[in-house]
């Protein structure tokens, strides 16, 4: 018998004009600090983050957005009491592969909105129809319209748990998985969970970490020295706030829209592949950048899509439920922005393609979608 709680409902987005009207007044009357003009070393520059919100409060049109993301098939459901809302894609082709995709923070499923036609009617977009998939794309729980958080508790051993029983009711038995940054933990855990049902694991913007092992480090490669030296001194202050004060920050986000655009738009340009005085837009659509800001806003998710740092980093540690997982993986590096090292990726994970490309970052599905969509297609057809 189905209950109330196994039931997938329909979603459209319908954000009164009210909330519209709200961020445009709080955006005129942002009080803005003085601040030296040093460019990007201490995070957003004043004059840049002025323009864009001027652009974001009269030139971007939500609206239009908006019935755009409303052509896509969206719905809702309710796991482990929490509210599910995703992107769901069926394939023309019977014989799709289904295929799960995770964003990661501070994105959204509005990552994947170029990969979503290649991927799931390859017939159409040049491609061979067997590598058809159909396309199941969540926001992870406490994002974007997955919110509010049914409570503390949602780390990534959980989500992977949810987004499991998510795939079993709507029927999928056997499925892959793709995710990155967040998503690339949240990928492997539902696959060491569910080993039996999901057939690969695709991951890029994947984070590998030495464990102080002796002899762990000899003989790394010149790059994968430096990609080590690079994490060390990255600079990781939104980490370790999201990680211990989520909820002191949450009031910022949550009251000043200036506040949560450049919360976001310091990342896009740390991550991006842009030249090294380039910007955000150098790399990501202007207004693709602003829907995925503007989910945020609107959903009043800046704090808790921040609570996920909190689980994993300080309430438990990542390898508490860890261990090496043996479904089948497929690495996708961007060299330009990318700190993963093979060796640390292969002692975590079944490593059994590993791709590293010059072109894209951190947002590879927003910044390189096609490259996305090869490599994707490359990976799941060796594993039919």
Do not use: C
Not at 84 to 101: I, M, N, W
Not at 373 to 382: E, G, H
């Amino acid at each position: 018998m189905t209950t109330a709680a196994d039931d997938i409902r329909p979603f459209r987005i319908a954000i009164p004009q009210a909330d519209l009207d709200d961020l445009a007044t709080r955006l005129a009357a942002t009080r803005w600090p003085e601040l030296p003009d040093v460019g990007w070393q201490r995070g957003v520059p004043a004059s840049y983050l002025r323009e864009l919100a001027g652009y974001w409060r009269t030139g971007y049109d939500w609206r239009k957005h908006e019935a755009a993301l409303n052509d896509i098939p969206q719905y809702v459901t309710d796991v482990d009491g929490q509210r599910l809302h995703f992107l769901h894609v069926r394939s023309p082709e019977p014989d799709a592969t289904p295929l799960l995709l995770l964003h990661g923070w501070p994105g959204s499923f509005v990552e994947f909105l170029d990969t979503l036609g290649p991927l799931a009617d390859p017939r159409s977009h040049g491609g061979d129809p067997d590598d058809a998939f159909h396309l199941v794309v969540p926001s992870l729980p406490g994002f974007g319209f997955s919110a509010p958080l049914a409570g503390p508790g949602w780390g990534t051993q959980r989500m992977a748990g949810a987004l499991g029983r998510l795939m079993a009711r709507l029927g999928y038995d056997r499925y892959g998985v793709q995710g990155g940054d967040t998503g690339s933990w949240v990928a492997p855990a539902l696959g060491r969970q569910a080993p039996d049902r999901v057939i690969g694991v695709h991951v890029n913007a994947l984070f590998t970490f030495p464990t102080g092992a002796e002899g762990e480090l000899d003989g790394l490669t010149e790059v994968e020295q430096r990609r080590l030296a690079d994490m060390a001194e990255y600079n990781d202050g939104y980490l370790q706030i999201q990680a211990k004060s989520p909820h002191t920050l949450a009031y910022g986000l949550h009251d000043s829209p200036a506040a949560q655009l450049a919360w976001i738009v310091e990342h896009f340009q740390r991550l991006t592949d842009h030249p090294d005085d380039g910007l955000p837009d150098d790399a990501v659509d202007r207004d693709r950048l602003l829907t995925n800001v503007t989910l945020y806003w609107l959903t009043g998710t800046g704090g808790s899509a921040a609570q996920v740092y909190y689980e994993d980093i300080t309430a438990a540690a990542w390898s508490d439920e860890a261990g090496r997982g043996d479904v089948p993986t497929g690495v996708l590096v961007a060299t330009a922005r990318d700190l993963t090292v093979r060796r640390l990726a292969e002692r975590d994970h079944h490593v059994v393609r590993w791709t590293e490309y010059d072109r894209g970052g951190h947002f590879f599905a927003m910044e390189q979608p096609a490259l996305l969509v090869d490599d994707l297609r490359a990976f799941f057809r060796t594993l039919h």
